[in-house]
């Protein structure tokens, strides 16, 4: 069965901190993995990654897929409170278009 | 419309009762896909339709739910006779095809 981890399931941290959000999947023809930001309501798209060892970045975030080791991780340097909410990773597979989600880690950022 | 759009935003309803739920999805986007995320977890996924052929609907709990897209565009959840392990949000998203989904704000759907 398809599975995706995330680690840890919570992290609390001060304003100015750097973190490390943690994404391990078994999937089978896995495709691409994606991060999404969701706060109180939808959840918003961040990054989608397909090809190992190259690095997205957007502002203070960014995340690098390792195709070999079947992970993924998300950095946020300089975090600010408004980074406070639930991280969620999720995979893709050529089989189907489904997303299939871990069960997200949340983030607070205190000043 | 400039994103998802669902309605309504919240729903009680007493268990035994049945609910439609709406979503709008992104103009053009061809796949349309409904997740339940229960609380302190992940969406979950039911069902996605391309077009308005549903391709998949191996999530779908119980025959109890059932779902529509009929002229391609808007979408409607139904649960009939619902239970209290119904109670979660439902997420709708759209994709064009090849693209990352984007997801409305859901329904927040509670059975007393």
């Known amino acids: 069965e398809d599975k995706v981890v995330q680690s840890p399931l919570s992290l609390v941290v001060h304003e100015g901190d750097t973190v490390t959000l943690n994404c391990s999947y078994e999937?089978?023809?896995?495709?691409?993995l994606l991060w999404y930001k969701q706060e109180k309501k939808a959840p918003t798209f961040l990054f989608m990654l397909?090809?190992?060892?190259i690095e997205k970045k957007s502002g203070r975030l960014s995340s690098i897929l390792d195709k070999k080791e079947l992970f993924s991780i998300l950095n946020i340097t300089a975090t600010q409170t408004g980074d406070s909410a639930v991280y969620l990773c999720?995979?893709?597979?050529?089989?189907?278009?489904?997303?299939?989600f871990g069960t997200g880690t949340r983030l607070q950022v205190f000043p | 419309g400039a994103g998802v759009s669902q309605s309504p935003r919240y729903k009680v309803a007493k268990r035994g009762q049945d609910v439609a739920l709406r979503c709008d999805p992104i103009?053009?986007?061809?796949?349309l896909f409904w997740y339940q995320q229960a609380l302190g977890q992940g969406p979950e996924f039911l069902t996605y339709?391309?077009?308005?052929?549903?391709?998949?609907k191996s999530g779908l709990p119980s025959d109890r739910f059932f779902a529509e897209r009929p002229e391609g565009s808007v979408s409607t959840l139904k649960i009939q006779r619902t239970q209290q392990e119904d109670s979660a949000v439902y997420l709708c998203?759209?994709?064009?095809?090849?693209?990352?989904?984007?997801f409305g704000d859901g329904t927040r759907l509670s059975i007393l």
């Open positions: 998203a759209s994709s064009s095809t090849g693209q990352p989904q984007h």
């Open positions: 999937v089978t023809n896995f495709r691409s």
């Open positions: 397909t090809s190992s060892g």
């Open positions: 999720a995979t893709l597979s050529y089989n189907t278009d489904k997303l299939i």
């Open positions: 103009s053009g986007h061809v796949s």
């Open positions: 339709f391309q077009n308005e052929a549903q391709l998949d």
